[in-house]
């Protein structure tokens, strides 16, 4: 069994009327790191999970450290990925062939009292097998977006940043594809 698992429990749009300007997809997700069940179908919270997967995608090949990146697992934040305090924050570490993830943080409100820090729980994973696990998901986000009908924008602006997203998504899922052969 693998140290460090994700999946998309639910994907949805925020509303379900004028669904067609939500420019994100929401939902849940289930991580696990370590032992540890870091987000359950149990949780209260929606995630974005088209831009939450951009920034897994991203550390394929790149680090994310918490303090420059903020956090991983976005609460909001629409495609400008500016999100609010709640999130998944963690350092994740590339080391030769494997990655280590370590630095965990839940932050499930805005007090104080809202944060869990996850102590000492360090793991690490295969680079490769972290690989498959986020193209496994990305391709879930790239099938829901393709299902739905095509999105509407306030402005010019918004149309830009929905371009540039899915550029860096598709060239980051197929990059990720062909160097991991999935």
């Known amino acids: 069994m693998s140290s460090f698992s994700i999946k998309i429990i639910s994907q949805n749009w925020i509303s379900d009327t004028n669904n067609e300007m939500d420019l994100c997809s929401h939902g849940q997700f289930e991580l696990k790191i370590g032992n540890e069940k870091i987000l ?10 088209s831009t939450s997967t951009l920034n897994l995608l991203r550390c394929i090949e790149s680090n994310h450290l918490m303090k420059e990146n903020f956090d991983l697992i976005l609460h ?16 994740l570490i590339h080391d030769k062939d494997e990655i280590i993830i370590e630095n965990i943080v ?28 986020i193209l496994k998901i990305a391709e879930e986000v790239l099938s829901f977006f393709e299902k739905q009908p095509k999105r509407k924008f306030f402005d010019e602006s918004d149309k830009v940043l929905w371009q540039n997203f899915w550029i860096e998504f598709n060239n980051l899922y197929e990059d990720g594809k062909n160097k991991y052969c999935c």
């Open 76 to 91: 909001c934040g629409e495609l400008g990925m500016v999100s609010c305090p709640i999130g998944i924050y963690l350092d």
């Open 40 to 49: 359950t179908k149990d949780d209260d919270l929606e995630w974005t999970i």
């Open 106 to 133: 839940k932050q499930y409100g805005t007090s104080e009292n809202s944060i869990i820090k996850y102590s000492g729980l360090k793991t690490r994973i295969p680079k490769k097998e972290f690989a498959v696990i």
